[in-house]
């Protein structure tokens, strides 16, 4: 009832709501699709999560018929005053994603906020919006927009750049992958 409490009075029909999995864990198809039909945007982007169901989304499952998009992984461009932002959102962290070394911005759920301590102080541009992930927390909500995900990872860089802090912060794990800070200067 909070949640979707929360989603009716939070969320337009003009918004895009991203979901990182696990959302209607135990739940029968007939109560998702009411959930749905019951949220104010029908922008539903829907990254699955080890709890889902993988036949109510994919070959044509009926919740994944109510949904933009249905993945295991989405890589997005998001563009906010000229400037573009690239993200990776997929349920699980993933210590080297997509862009990572050109400013890709990485969020994930799954973790419940294990791992935010681990994250706080390394330079990766990933964090928790898990219910329980600190970001959460810290706004007192669950839906996270993009403007908060924005100054979460500007504070952590100091107001750098995304691109140039993941040409300058970031070694590879991978032997002769990556730029590291000599080369970047």
């Known amino acids: 009832k909070y949640i979707l409490d929360t989603i009716k009075s939070t969320l337009k029909p003009e918004d895009i709501l991203f979901t990182l999995g696990d959302d209607f864990w135990r739940m029968k198809l007939q109560d998702v699709k009411a959930v749905l039909e019951s949220f104010p945007t029908k922008n539903i982007h829907k990254i699955m999560g080890n709890h889902d169901k993988y036949g109510y989304y994919w070959c ?10 249905v993945s295991d992984l989405l ?3 998001v563009r906010r005053e000229g400037k573009d932002y690239k993200l990776s959102l997929f349920h699980y962290p993933i210590y080297d994603f997509n862009h990572m070394y050109h400013g890709g911005l990485h969020l994930f759920g799954h973790v419940h906020g294990s791992l935010d301590e681990e994250f706080k102080d390394n330079p990766r541009l990933m964090v928790d919006i898990g219910f329980d992930g600190a970001l959460a927390k810290s706004l007192g909500t669950f839906l996270i927009s993009f403007d908060q995900i924005l100054e979460y990872f500007y504070n952590k860089t100091g107001g750098m750049d995304f691109d140039l802090w993941g040409r300058t912060h970031y070694k590879s794990s991978v032997k002769g992958y990556g730029v590291d800070k000599r080369e970047a200067d």
């Open 60 to 69: 044509g499952g009926e919740i994944g018929k109510m949904c933009l998009s």
């Open 75 to 77: 890589d997005i461009v």
